[in-house]
Each structure stands twice: as C-alpha cells, then as structure tokens.
C-alpha cells in the first residue's frame, strides 16, 4: 500500500474543513457586521443633516416672514448672515438657498457667490418648490469624484405657503472612510484569528488523525498476516474506543487467521496425500484448484492449468459443453488411454452452493479406474468365454443325444462313435470345470501349498523321464540340464502341472518329427526354464495375451486337441504363487519359447531345512 501524501491525507481535509467553517463564520459576521455599520453611519449622518436642515430651515422661515425697516439688512444680506454662521464641519458640504422662484439667495461657497440671483436647474429643488415636499436622495457626483447626500427642505411662509427652499448638500466620503477603515481593522482581525486557527486546527486534526493513520498501519500489517502489535489507546473518546475495538478485532482475527490456516493446511495434506485426484472450480468452470494426484491422472503442471476450462482439462468437448450440466450426470467415465497405455479415469461431479443456494463452484474428484474396468471387462470376457466353452460341447452333446434318442441307439455303428464323441466332451467340460475350480481356489487364495526344500535338477529329470516313457513317436524330446545341485522352495505337484501344462501344449502344437527342448539355466538367485517347441509360433502383439483365460492362438485346433484355453493361465497362476515370473517367446512359423523362473533358496535356509 503506497504512502498517502500530506496533501491527500485525511489531515488536510481536517484543516481545510476546519478553515473553510471559520472563514464562513467570519464572513458571515463580517457581512452582518458591516452592513449594520454602514446602516448606522448613514443613518446618524442622514439624522445630522436633518437636524441641520431644520435648524436651518426654521432660521430661513424668520427671515423671510419678518417685516424689516429701512435700517434693517434686506432679505438676501440677512439669508447670506444665516448661511454663514452655519457650521458644517466638512468643506465639501454645499448650502442653497432659493426663493419661491428658484433663484439663489444665498450660498456658504465662496467660489458660488456669482451665482446669487441665477435659477435652479435642479429638479429636486423645482420639485420641492411645487408640490412643497422634502427631495432627498444620494447620487455619484462625477466632478468631485465622491458620493453625495441632497436634502432639499421647503420653507414655508405665514400663510402656509411656500416661500423658498433651502439646499443640503453633504459628501458621504467621510462615512465611507470610515466604513472601509473599520472594515480594514475587521480583515486584518479576521487573518489573524485564521492564521491562529489554522494553527490550532493542525494540532486538533493531529490528535484525530495520528490514530487514524496507526490503524491504517495497523490495517496493513494485519493484511500481512501480522497479528501481535497493539494499538495504544489515547482516550475514551469514541476515537479511543474504536481503536480498542480495532484490538479486539485484531485479537479474534489473530484466533480466525490461526484456525483457518491449521483447516488449510489440513486440507493441503489431505489433498496432497489423496490418491484421489481433486479439481475445484469457480462458477464459471475455471480451474482454481488442483491437487498433485489429480495433475499425475491427466499429466499436466497444476499451475499450468489454473484458469482453464475444466470441459477441456477433462477433454470432455465432445461428451459436455455446459459446466452447469456436470453435476447432473453424477460420475463419467473418461478415457485417457493412448495407443502403448490404457488409462481409465471415474470422475465424480459436485456442487458448491452459498447460503442462497447459488453455486459458486465445483468439486470433481477423479480416480483411476484402469485395473477396476480392466477387471470388470476380463469378468464379463471370462463370463462370456465360459459361456461359449461349455456351449459348445453341451450343443454337441445334446445334438448327439437326440440323435441317439431318434432311434441311432440301434444303429451298431453309429451309436458307439455317438456315445464316444459324448463321452470325450463330457471330459472336457468335465476338465474344464476343474480348471474353473482350482482357478478360483488360486483367486480367492484358498489353493493349499505344501511346499518343501527340493533338489531342483533330479526333479526335473525324473519329471522329463516320465514323458519320455510316454512320448509321441514323432516328437524328439531333448534336455539341457547343468550339473550340480541347485535348491528351489516350491510345491512338486503344482510345479509337475506347470511342466505339464508347458510340456503338453508343446507336444500338441509340434509338427510331425518336431522337437520339444527343455532347458534350465541357474543364475545367482534363480534357476530359468525355458521348453521350446517348433510349432506354428504366436503373433509378437499376441504374445502377452496366451496367459489369459480362455485365449487361443488358434481356437479351432485346440479344441479338436481338446485343450481348454485355461492351462498357461494356471501355469501363470501357479509360477507367480512360487515367486516366480513366466514369459513367452516367439516368432511366427519359427515355434514358441514358454520362460518361468523360480527363486533358488539361500544357503542358510537350505541348513535350516
């Protein structure tokens, strides 16, 4: 968070507001104030030349009611007399007086004397001498450059008439000096009383805004994660109690803050240590969480893929276009495989709902459903290969069967081959279903294993010597045995059908004057043995698959052998029991290599045993 400036500080605004009320209030009194001086300054002047006026105007009347002899002055000598003995305190103040006519006679201005006898032009004075009426008025007086007040008062004769008028006029410079003088004395009062306040108002505006910028402090190292430093209190205003509620917040944050970082990283390591992949979204559909197991499910960085769609994290363009829609459809099945590894994955939808009940997100939870689909798929392969295997037999049984009960039982000839034919499908529906047995009992691990310490090279030649007093006279059998002993922990009976599973498919799929060679090679920890026959051989991308239940390489000669698909699945079964691992080669047209090995035992077992 940037430093805030002084000039963009709460402090300034403070001052400002602070200011700008005192400066309001100033003017608002000032304005009062002066206009009720200038009020009262013209006022006491309007009076004081009323009075004058009065004064004067009743001394006027005498003189012109008064009868005079021929030693008394005339009325213009006596009018002039009066006129001068008023004292009017202000050079610039003009007297006039006029008889009934308008002429002048008389005046206080020296410099006006010459104009004793001439008529008035004035219309004030014409009109007070018509209609007997005081004219007064202020107006701007452009050859003295100064306001002037006129009052022009009538004088009126014994008879009630009017027998002249008497002139007043006063400059008002004088009162506006004042004014501007008392104005001047209110501003230079009024700077200094701002000056004083604004200095106040900075201090004031300290002691509010110094706990106002320590919470913002506070504030900002709160926003850090930072929950141990205090405000200190200065008062019991209700700044002081904000900034003990600002530390109790602080407290119960500090609380919060360590409550829900012990929830995160709980859920970070139960994310992280889930074998199941989880992906959170925003409303939208965007990424905004993805755990480790979830980015090794569909190989990408987690922090390459926050914000993206999650309809293309999960390549479901072609199946979904609406985010809203996932939920609905509870789980799906998507498939990452490619063309060397198949790859499964079960993903279950959510919705993460407010108190409003409107989504705010999504919850996806994946897992690898490979082998499970991969099991389910052998199941439903297995059920359907059992299936079609004792079909078969039992059509051919039934057709035989019938044929026999139409009447063939009396045929002497017939009727044998019939019963034969049953009989051999009989065994080997009858084989089947022990190999079904023994592979279930392996399955569910309730096959028994009587296993003891055995010289592995005098086993395998007696259990090649048995096929040789029973070998086809077309097949060469020949055997590479080492010298020496060689002690191998195993089962004799379940290793005899291992060599009798391997053995005998090499007999039935070896031409006429083929070859069926049985090596064994002993390594440091193991003994290898690998029976070649020299057949039709196996497809290389059909390898893997001879060990699965019911696979054929080539379905019709095995059945007319009367093989059962299932005897290199329980050879399989029965070398992985031993701790062993078995394997094929081959080359199309060339024959086929069956390899298991099986672990040799130490020689400290061996004395123990």
């Known amino acids: 968070m940037n430093k805030v400036g002084f000039f963009r500080s709460i402090q300034l605004k403070f001052i400002i507001i602070y ?11 000032g304005s009062f104030f002066t206009d009720r001086l200038e009020e009262e300054l013209m006022d006491t002047f309007k009076a004081s030349v009323t009075e004058r006026v009065e004064m004067l105007s009743y001394n006027l009347e005498q003189a012109f009611t008064r009868e005079r002899s021929e030693e008394d002055d005339n009325l213009e000598q006596e009018i002039q007399a009066i006129v001068d003995d008023v004292n009017t305190d202000n050079l610039a103040t003009t007297i006039h007086v006029y008889d009934s006519q308008g002429s002048i006679l008389g005046t206080n201005q020296l410099d006006g004397r010459a104009d004793i006898g001439k008529k008035s032009t004035e219309t004030n004075v014409k009109n007070t001498l018509l209609f007997d009426q005081s004219q007064k008025k202020m107006y701007f007086d452009p050859q003295t450059d100064s306001r002037v007040y006129v009052h022009v008062e009538p004088l009126i004769g014994t008879e009630g008439l009017s027998v002249g008028a008497v002139q007043f006029k006063a400059s008002m410079e004088e009162v506006y000096n004042q004014i501007e003088e008392i104005n001047n004395i209110f501003l230079q009062g009024s700077i200094l009383a701002i000056s004083i306040s604004a200095i106040l108002g ?39 109690q904000l900034a003990e509620t600002f530390n109790d917040l602080n407290s119960r944050l500090k ?44 190989g990408a960085n987690p922090d390459d893929v926050i914000g993206d769609d999650l309809i293309d994290v999960l390549n479901l363009e072609e199946k979904l276009v609406d985010i809203t829609k996932l939920p609905d459809s509870g789980s799906m099945i998507i498939d990452f495989s490619d063309e060397e590894t198949p790859f499964i994955i079960r993903a279950n939808f959510s919705t993460v709902v407010d108190e409003e009940e409107e989504a705010t997100g999504y919850i996806t939870v994946i897992s690898d459903v490979t082998e499970q689909e991969k099991i389910e798929q052998e199941r439903r392969d297995f059920v359907s290969n059992v299936s079609h295997e004792l079909r078969t037999p039992l059509t051919t049984m039934k057709s035989y069967l019938e044929a026999l ?38 399955d569910s691990d309730e096959l028994p294993m009587y296993k003891e310490r055995t010289e592995f090279m005098d086993y395998v030649q007696q259990v090649l010597d048995r096929y040789e007093m029973n070998l086809p006279e077309t097949i060469t059998l020949e055997r590479h045995i080492p010298k020496g002993k060689s002690f191998v922990w195993m089962d004799r009976d379940k290793i005899t059908q291992v060599f009798d599973n391997v053995i005998t498919n090499a007999f039935k799929y070896s031409p006429e004057g083929g070859k069926v060679r049985v090596n064994l090679e002993v390594r440091r920890h193991m003994v290898i043995v690998s029976i070649q026959d ?17 696979y054929r390489a080539d379905r019709a000669r095995t059945r007319k052998l009367g093989g059962t698909g299932l005897g290199l699945a329980i050879t399989k079964e029965l070398v992985e029991a031993h701790h062993g691992k078995i394997w094929a080669q081959s080359k199309e047209g060339s024959g086929t290599t069956i390899l298991f090995t099986l672990p040799l035992m130490g020689s400290k077992r061996g004395k123990g045993k």
Do not use: C
């Open 255 to 298: 609380h919060s803050y360590a409550t829900i970082e012990e929830e995160r990283r709980k859920l970070s390591s139960v994310l992280s240590y889930m074998s199941d992949g989880v992906i959170a979204t925003d409303q939208t559909g965007a990424v905004t969480l993805m755990n480790d197991a979830a980015a090794r499910m569909i």
């Open 534 to 550: 020299e057949g039709m051989g196996v497809p290389y991308d059909k390898l893997d698959k001879i060990f699965d239940r019911f």
């Open 202 to 240: 900075i201090l004031v505006a300290r002691t509010i805004t110094k706990p106002i910028k320590e919470m913002r402090e506070q504030a900002l190292i709160m926003s850090n994660g930072d929950f141990t430093q205090k405000l200190d209190v200065y008062g019991r205003d209700e700044i002081g």
């Open 405 to 442: 009960s139409d009447g063939a039982w009396e045929n002497k000839e017939i009727a044998p081959r019939f019963l034969d034919v049953t009989q051999k499908e009989t065994d080997r529906m009858i084989r089947m279903v022990n190999d079904l047995l023994q592979l279930s009992k392996m």
């Open 19 to 29: 200011i700008l009320l005192l400066i309001l209030a100033v003017q608002v009194i």
